[in-house]
Nanobody
Framework: VQLQASGGGLVQAGGSLRLSCAVS????????MGWFRQAPGKEREFVAA????????YYADSVKGRFIISRDNAKNTVYLQMNSLKPEDTAVYYC?????????????????WGQGTQVTVSS
């Protein structure tokens, strides 16, 4: 199973970015998908997660109301729409996947990880 994240970049505070994560090598629709991020000197933290059909979604409090996770099972892709970005959102963003029904917010249960994409928000 391979996960390929893309869409990161440099944006001013208040701006938007859309991250994508393409999954290959498995049955994407059977996977719970999540987004995590890691800033320099900090631990990897949960951002958002979705169950297999997008009906159960979870967000970290820090991004609730600003970020939207979605998935297109026909395209084997999960997205993270990030709006109203803040400098504290600056981090490397990782997509992750695991087989299962229940979306989880901890990184340890996820079996597969993308390579990460850098998001930098300037003030």
């Amino acid at each position: 199973v391979q996960l390929q994240a893309s869409g990161g970049g440099l944006v001013q505070a208040g701006g938007s970015l859309r991250l994508s994560c393409a999954v290959s090598g498995s049955t994407f629709s059977s996977y719970v998908m999540g987004w995590f991020r890691q800033a320099p000197g900090k631990e990897r933290e949960f951002v958002a997660a979705t169950n297999w059909n997008g009906e159960k979604i979870y967000y970290a409090d820090s991004v609730k109301g600003r970020f939207i996770i979605s998935r297109d099972n026909a395209k084997n892709t999960v997205y993270l729409q990030m709006n109203s970005l803040k400098p504290e959102d600056t981090a490397v963003y990782y997509c992750a996947g695991r087989e299962g029904v229940v979306a989880v917010t901890s990184p340890s249960p996820y079996d597969y990880w993308g390579q990460g994409t850098q998001v930098t928000v300037s003030s």
